[in-house]
């Protein structure tokens, strides 16, 4: 494949943060469907008649893998500016899914924002999840800023 033209555009740099956010976009859509799949329908869901709520620490187990794959994107940015394009580009995947989701009627997306509020599904919700991406992405930085100065100073 022939990039040329878009290389006298943009620049190595440029292509590169848009090769990361695509990617944020990707991998946070992809693990936000497995862990539903995988975590919510196959585990959480067949135990269910068995409990009145469902206990906090499956819902930790559930966002788990989501949280974990923020905080990794977090740390390959290379700046807290870089960190906003990357939270808003995971926020929107994960909408897209919950949309499909409620779409297709999966399991638990039958009461969904998607349905009942769709304008504050897409501004209010997307806003606060972004912002939530943005929290656990800057966590991710922290550490990963934290460990490069203090293995530099060292």
């Known amino acids: 494949m022939n990039d040329a033209p878009f290389n006298k ?5 440029e292509i590169s943060r848009i090769k990361i956010v695509i990617g944020s976009f990707i ?3 992809l693990v ?3 862990s539903d799949y995988l975590i919510y329908i196959q585990v959480i869901l067949p135990m269910l008649p068995e409990v009145q709520a469902v206990p906090v620490f499956w819902w930790l187990v559930l966002f788990s ?3 974990a794959v923020c905080i990794v994107i977090g740390g390959l940015s290379k700046s807290v500016k870089g960190i906003v394009p990357l939270a808003i580009s995971a926020s929107i995947s994960m909408h897209l899914y919950n949309q499909i989701a409620a ?4 399991p638990g997306h039958a009461k ?5 509020a769709p304008l504050k599904f897409w501004s ?3 806003g606060l999840q972004a912002m939530f991406c943005f929290l656990l992405m800057l966590i991710g930085y922290a550490i990963v800023t934290y460990y490069v100065h203090r293995k530099v100073s060292t």
């Open 65 to 67: 893998p989501l949280i």
């Open 124 to 126: 209010i919700g997307l």
């Open 32 to 34: 936000e469907a497995l």
């Open 103 to 106: 779409i297709l009627n999966l």
């Open 112 to 116: 969904s924002w998607a349905y009942e």
């Open 9 to 13: 555009l943009l620049s190595a740099l």
């Open 27 to 29: 991998s946070v859509g």
